[in-house]
């Protein structure tokens, strides 16, 4: 189960609550992974589904909402086993390695961003992504090529 508490002016809560609450709300369940930043949030339910809610003005929730905000939990991506994202975009990995991104710098629909990823992690404005052979690379709101970070040892 999902429990939020604090500001929701953007719908972050999900369950169309738009004002701040002092007490715990269950907004999701059979949720496996959560991820929020500035005005919206993501989850990753159990079975793959990647769901959003919140501000939307940048896509970082893909279509749902697109343009204002969305402030009801809603599909956006299929077949996820990891999550991440920054103030404007946001990322799912399958488990076939692939990297998706969508929101700014991005398309607003999820496209391909990488092969063999085995870890991602996103912050405000960049990605970084580990992939089988150990190698880093990063993205800066998608703009321009990955860039390979230092490689870890095998």
Do not use: C
Request: cysteine-free.
């Amino acid at each position: 189960r999902l429990r939020v508490q604090g500001l929701a002016h953007r719908g972050q809560y999900g369950d169309g609550l738009l004002i701040e609450t002092a007490a715990y709300v269950q907004t999701a369940a059979d949720v496996a992974a959560v991820k929020a930043h500035t005005g919206h949030a993501i989850h990753l339910r159990r079975d793959g589904v990647v769901m959003g809610t919140g501000g939307n003005r940048f896509g970082p929730l893909s279509t749902h909402g697109l343009g204002d905000k969305a402030d009801r939990w809603g599909p956006i991506f299929s077949g996820a086993v990891a999550i991440a994202t920054g103030s404007r975009h946001s990322l799912a990995l399958r488990a076939d390695g692939s990297l998706w991104a969508w929101g700014e710098g991005y398309a607003v629909e999820p496209a391909p961003l990488h092969a063999n990823v085995t870890a991602v992690a996103a912050g405000d404005t960049a990605t970084i992504a580990r992939t089988r052979d150990g190698s880093l690379w990063q993205w800066d709101t998608g703009r321009g090529p990955p860039r390979r970070l230092t490689p870890l040892p095998r």
